[in-house]
C-alpha cells in the first residue's frame, strides 16, 4: 500500500516530441503530488507538483494530470529537449501510519535525441 | 540563498568500518530529510529530522542512525558497513514546519564499500 509505481523505466524521445511518463500509487491518504528531475551527479530537484483537488497542472512545458479514481498521474514534457534528457522521479505524500511519508517511484530515465 | 551542502562528497570505505554524513540545510529550514539511492532500490527514506529530534524514520536497521543539532545541521552515521549500503545518500531539506513537501536535495555522498 506504500508503493508508488512508475513506468516505463527508460523513455527514448525525439527532439520536439512529447514525453510521457506516469506513475500510480495505491494509499488514498497521499495528498501532495511531486515530481522531481535528477541529472547525473547532482540531486533530484523538484520539478512540478499537484494535489488531488486538481486534475491538471501547467508550468511551461511541463504538465501533470492527475486521475483520482484511477490513482495514477502522469507527467508530460511537451516540445522534448536534448536538455531534458535526465532521470525523472514521481513521489506521493501524505500522513500514513502515525508518520507524514513521501514515497518515491523507482525513476524513468529520459533521453532526448537531437 | 545557499542550497543544501553535504560532505564529503565521494567516500570509499571497507566493510565493518563506520561513516559519518554531514547535511547543511537551506538556511531557515528546520526539517531534514535522508534518503539512500540505488540503481536497484531507488529513492528510499532512511529518516527525518526536526528541531533536533527524530520526527520520522523509513525501515532501515539499527546501523543507521543520525542526528540534527541545534542550528539544523544534521550528520547520519552507518555502523558495521555492509557492501550492500554502497549508494548515494542525499539529504534534503524543508521549510515547512510539519510536512515532508517541497523537500530541496543536496548533491549527495556517493559511498562506496569495499
Known amino acids: 500500500q506504500q508503493q508508488v509505481k512508475q513506468s516505463p523505466q527508460s523513455l527514448i524521445v525525439q527532439k520536439g516530441g512529447i514525453s510521457i511518463i506516469n506513475c500510480a500509487y495505491e494509499n488514498t491518504a497521499f495528498d501532495y503530488f511531486p515530481w522531481y528531475q535528477q541529472f547525473p551527479g547532482k540531486g533530484p530537484a523538484l520539478l512540478i507538483a499537484i494535489r488531488p483537488d486538481v486534475s491538471e497542472k501547467k508550468e511551461g512545458r511541463f504538465t501533470i494530470s492527475f486521475n483520482k479514481s484511477a490513482k495514477q498521474f502522469s507527467l508530460h514534457i511537451m516540445d522534448s529537449q536534448p536538455g531534458d534528457s535526465a532521470t525523472y522521479f514521481c513521489?506521493?505524500?501524505?500522513?500514513?501510519?502515525?508518520?507524514?511519508?513521501?514515497?518515491f517511484g523507482a525513476g524513468t530515465r529520459l533521453a532526448v535525441h537531437p | 540563498k545557499a542550497g543544501v551542502t553535504q560532505t564529503p562528497r565521494y567516500l570509499i570505505k571497507t566493510r565493518g568500518q563506520q561513516v559519518t554524513l554531514s547535511c547543511s540545510p537551506i538556511?531557515?529550514?528546520?526539517?531534514v530529510s535522508w534518503y539512500q539511492q540505488t540503481p536497484g532500490q531507488g529513492l528510499q527514506f532512511l529518516f527525518e529530522?526536526?528541531?533536533?529530534?527524530?520526527?520520522n524514520k523509513g525501515n532501515f536497521p539499527g546501523r543507521f542512525s543520525g542526528r540534527q543539532f541545534s542550528n539544523s545541521r544534521s550528520e547520519m552515521n552507518v555502523s558495521t558497513l555492509e557492501l550492500g549500503d554502497s549508494a548515494l545518500y542525499l539529504c534534503?531539506?524543508?521549510?515547512?514546519?510539519?510536512?515532508?513537501?517541497?523537500?530541496?536535495f543536496g548533491p549527495g555522498t556517493r559511498l562506496l564499500v569495499l
Open positions: 538556511s531557515g529550514h528546520r526539517s
Open positions: 534534503a531539506s524543508s521549510g515547512r514546519d510539519s510536512s515532508l513537501e517541497t523537500q530541496y
Open positions: 513521489a506521493a505524500s501524505g500522513f500514513s501510519g502515525g508518520y507524514n511519508k513521501l514515497i
Open positions: 529530522y526536526f528541531s533536533e529530534t527524530q520526527r
